[in-house]
């Protein structure tokens, strides 16, 4: 882990409602229209560095899944820049570049980014094939190569992805990503939809392919508990900001957000006894809409330490020791 792969430099990401038909008449009639936007992310800078795993982790709604799609170049951010290896994810004009054919994408719902009437070998293939990564005369080889990598018997390539359950879906959408040979790939809660049992298996799966092949990834999900065991550090999210960053250990150890340490509390354990904690504890209140978030600290409305200055001050992020930041009055 030396040099950053990906740096997001104070990037934000606005989504406006469109002006329905009504909307038009009303204003032309004289009414006020109002016109909501909703701030999914706002000024995140964040880098990975090579080799790395980076948890990104916070509740539906948080902005983690937007970010992870700039990214990746799908979606243009309003403001700030994305970049891989130096060079910008999108162009000036909002096209992705060809670039991010380097970061690969593996998404929760693996049935939906399969396409049903293609047999899996040539899901698999036509990534390579169309980037010219492989010839025709390799793509067997190439195809049971990327399939043995998963677990996944060669033989499989010729079925259709009903054929197969969540989990072999799963490993298959990595293969597919995989097979690019990605500098990057990026992890939209791959392992939400599983049962808890496959949801193991598909996380020892990343481990093993993350020490093979030194990946660098970013790996999200809503659950702390998920991505414990395969990140080198971890950013919490909410309502569109990072809250805190850094090394998972110490995330994990000691956290100093108390956003983090509800989402940590939250996370059911079956040693949590032992180790001299309380029960399975969820986190009080609601997500605020994103439409009208509260002034000041955005958690503020379910934090058990809120003063007044956190109520009109925004608690910007500031470091607290070597690759360890927080925003929070009291972390200060
Ligand atoms: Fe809680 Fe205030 Fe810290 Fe926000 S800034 S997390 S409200 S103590």
Not at 29 to 36: D, I, K, N, Q
Not at 157 to 162: D, L
Request: proline share 8%.
């Amino acid at each position: 882990m030396s040099a950053p792969l990906l740096e997001l430099d104070a990037v934000s990401r606005r989504f406006s409602r469109r002006i329905s038909l009504g909307d038009r008449i009303a204003a032309k009639l004289g009414a006020t229209v109002e016109m909501r936007e909703v701030r999914a992310v706002e000024s995140v800078s964040l880098s990975v560095m090579k080799g790395e795993t980076l948890g990104l982790v916070g509740e539906s709604g948080c902005g983690k899944s937007t970010l992870g799609r700039i990214a990746a170049g799908i979606l243009a951010p309003s403001a700030g820049t994305a970049r891989l290896d130096g060079k910008p994810v999108m162009s000036e004009t909002g096209r992705r570049e060809k670039l991010t054919t380097r970061v690969q994408t593996v998404f929760q719902d693996p049935f939906a980014s399969l396409n049903p009437r293609k047999r899996i070998g040539e899901a698999i293939a036509e990534g390579p094939l169309a980037h010219g990564l492989i010839d025709r005369a390799g793509s067997r080889a190439y195809v049971a190569e990327q399939l043995s990598r998963v677990g996944l018997d060669p033989s499989y390539s010729s079925r259709f992805p009903h054929q197969f359950s969540g989990g072999q879906r799963q490993r298959i959408a990595i293969a597919r990503a995989l097979a690019m040979k990605p500098d990057l790939l990026i992890c939209d809660e791959p392992v939400a939809s599983l049962d808890v049992s496959i949801q193991a298996q598909v996380l020892n799966l990343f481990l093993d392919l993350r020490r093979a092949l030194n990946l660098t990834a970013i790996f999200i999900s809503h659950d702390l508990g998920v991505v414990r065991h395969l990140s080198d550090r971890v950013a919490i999210m909410y309502l569109g900001r990072i809250v805190e960053i850094g090394p998972a250990s110490e995330i994990y150890a000691a956290p100093k957000h108390p956003y983090t340490q509800a989402l940590l509390a939250s996370v059911p354990r079956l040693n949590r006894h032992r180790e001299g904690r309380t029960a399975f504890k969820p986190i009080a209140g609601e997500l605020p809409s994103p439409l009208s978030p509260p002034p000041g600290c955005h958690f503020h409305p379910r934090c058990g330490f809120a003063t007044e200055r956190c109520r009109s001050e925004p608690p910007q992020l500031r470091p607290l020791g070597p690759e360890r930041w927080a925003a929070c009055h009291l972390a200060e």
